[in-house]
Each structure stands twice: as C-alpha cells, then as structure tokens.
C-alpha cells in the first residue's frame, strides 16, 4: 500500500467512528424488580391511575448521565393534588437505585395536570416511574 494512502484512510476510519450515534443505550445495571406499590400506601391513599385521570401527563427525560452510563432504576413518587387539578406537592418516596431518578422524577411530577378530583383533592398518590432501557414508562 502506498504510503500516501495511510493518511486518508486513517482520517476516513477516525470521521466514521466519529458519526457513530452516542444515543444508543447499552444496560450496564440490571432493572430492578418493580416494587409492590400499594405495600408503601395505606388503605385509603390514592393508587397512580386508580383515582387520578391525567389531563397533561409529560414523562421525565431519562436524566443524561444515568442514560450515558446504563443505569436503570425506578421511582415512587407520592403526590397532593389539588382541587384544579394541580400537583401541591410531589417528592419521591423510594427511589432504586438511590440518587439517580429522583430529581428527573420529581421535575417532571411538579408539572402534571390531572382531572379535578370528585372529593375536592387527592392526597397521598403513588405513581410509579420506570427507567429502563433507556425509556422511561408509568408502572402500574
């Protein structure tokens, strides 16, 4: 091979590995078992979609460097609606793994809309938050 060659063949190779995409998710932790949601609820506290009818429901972001490093996990978030409709309150309960999701879960919570509830506000709801695979889902 001619030795002028070897240049443009190596900057060829290095602006192809260059395009490869970085949006691929690759697990590197395994998706821990889904809880038993109502185990962490009492009897009278509200269930995800049991009571609340979502009006304006956007799913968190998979936060960047949980994504960038195949981590997966889930979250429950506990959350006050008020008689609008509005979230008054939502903070993580339980979090797996610790310190990865809650932020995300949290941001995104703050933000939902649901059907005024019939008995004046919920209180108290579970929600569940799936990250895994790189996709973020609502568990039942």
Not at 59 to 80: E, H, K
Request: charge should be neutral.
């Amino acid at each position: 091979m001619s030795r002028h060659l070897i240049p443009p063949l190596l900057l060829a190779a290095t602006m192809v590995s260059g395009c490869a995409s970085s949006d691929v998710f690759n697990a590197r932790s395994v998706y821990p078992p889904d809880p038993y949601v109502k185990g962490y609820a009492d009897p009278q506290d509200c269930i995800g979609g049991e009571q609340l009818a979502a009006v304006s429901l956007d799913l968190p972001d998979y936060p960047g460097r949980a994504f960038r490093t195949g981590r997966q996990g889930w979250t429950i978030v506990r959350l006050d609606v008020g008689a609008d409709g509005r979230v008054a309150r939502a903070d993580v309960e339980r979090a797996v793994p610790d310190g990865v999701f809650e932020r995300a879960s949290e941001r995104a919570a703050h933000q939902w809309v649901f059907e005024p509830p019939a008995g004046g506000e919920l209180t108290n709801c579970r929600v569940l938050i799936r990250y895994r695979l790189g996709q973020v889902s609502l568990g039942g």
